[in-house]
């Protein structure tokens, strides 16, 4: 199984004003078994390229859930759907082919002790 650099997301199309469901699988990077997620809580963020210290455009909390490839026995997968009323003002420049927005997915994981 061909699993991608941890640090980076997948690349994907995204056409603002339309509704678009984003699906992450996670998986350790090593050994390549599914992360489980079961205690996690999952942000996806859309930020502004230029300011990236700024005030995400868009942030809402991720669904954990069973990969449905597998038993249900781990919680590996993070959803979120971004509806069409909430990327509508959402450009990429095309002069430049630089995106003007960064896609950013943060897991926190429980502290153990």
């Known amino acids: 199984m061909h699993i ?4 980076t997301l997948p690349a994907f199309d995204f056409v603002g004003g339309s ?6 699988h996670c998986y350790f990077f ?18 502004n390229f230029v300011n990236k210290n700024g005030k995400p ?4 909390q991720m669904e954990i859930r069973p990969d ?6 781990v ?3 993070v959803c ?7 990327t509508v003002n959402l450009r990429v420049s095309i002069s430049t082919k630089l995106p003007s927005v960064i896609f950013l ?9």
């Not at 509704?19 to 992450?24: A, C, G, N, P, V």
């Not at 090593?30 to 930020?47: E, H, M, R, Y």
């Not at 449905?68 to 026995?73: A, K, T």
């Not at 759907?81 to 909430?86: G, I, K």
Request: charged share 25%; proline share 9%; glycine share 4%.
């Open 19 to 24: 509704t678009q469901d984003l699906i992450f």
């Open 68 to 73: 449905p490839n597998r038993d249900g026995d």
């Open 30 to 47: 090593k050994t390549k078994k599914p992360q489980d997620l079961s205690a996690c809580v999952a942000d996806f963020s859309i930020i």
């Open 105 to 113: 997915v943060k897991l926190k994981f429980p502290i153990m002790g």
């Open 75 to 77: 919680n590996n997968v």
């Open 57 to 60: 455009l868009l942030s809402k």
């Open 4 to 7: 991608p650099n941890p640090y």
């Open 80 to 86: 979120v759907t971004l509806e069409a009323d909430e």
